[in-house]
């Protein structure tokens, strides 16, 4: 009879549920779920072996780039100590000790007849001053110019150009220094024949 039919239990009554998983499902398939982690793990180490590969790479090419500068550096030395002895011994060959000697020969037999006019008589050498002190100053410039010229010689980096230079701007001032003393000499002769 209705009457005594038991209430339904509570919603928050213990015991099964209709419809309701009993425990944890299994899965569906074990072999499948342990290939995918291998595989996961796999592609993992070949993106570290990746990685390494392409910082070993860039090491290497930049030993590689220190190496092959190095290398030209070296070369470049090389080659500018090649062109520093072919340019010496040119400069040697074009400006000779023996040609600079000469030089100074010519500029002490200057001094020489400079000397020589400084004992004339006084009322000649005021006649002949000007030409006196221009050839005393070129000739002060020409020992000057040969000076330089043998320090020059003397550098073991100068070029041949630049002992050409110094060789031309010595003999320069001497041809001068010679010009001044042809003057001084013209002038002397003028003097005394206007005296005698």
Do not use: F
């Not at 072996?49 to 030395?77: H, K, M, P």
């Not at 002060?140 to 110094?166: G, R, Y």
């Amino acid at each position: 009879m209705a009457a005594n039919t038991p209430p339904p239990p509570p919603p928050n009554a213990s015991g099964p549920k209709p419809g309701a998983p009993q425990g944890q499902p299994a899965p569906a398939n074990p072999d499948l779920s342990g290939q995918l982690a291998g595989w996961r793990i796999a592609a993992v180490v070949l993106a570290i072996i990746a990685v390494i590969a392409i910082i070993w790479g860039i090491i290497v090419n930049n030993d590689l780039r220190t190496q092959v500068d190095s290398l030209n550096a070296q070369v470049a030395e090389l080659q500018k100590a090649n062109t520093a002895v072919t340019e010496k011994s040119q400069a040697q060959a074009t400006v000779s000790q023996v040609q600079i000697k000469n030089l100074q020969t010519e500029v002490d037999q200057l001094k020489d007849s400079l000397t020589a006019v400084g004992k004339l008589s006084k009322s000649t050498l005021k006649a002949v001053g000007t030409e006196y002190s221009a050839l005393e100053q070129e000739l002060q410039e020409s020992q000057n110019q040969v000076k330089a010229l043998q320090q020059q010689a003397a550098d073991s980096d100068a070029t041949s150009e630049e002992l050409a230079a110094a060789y031309a701007k010595a003999q320069g001032k001497l041809l001068v220094a010679q010009a001044r003393l042809t003057q001084l000499l013209n002038k002397i002769s003028k003097v005394e024949a206007s005296v005698s």
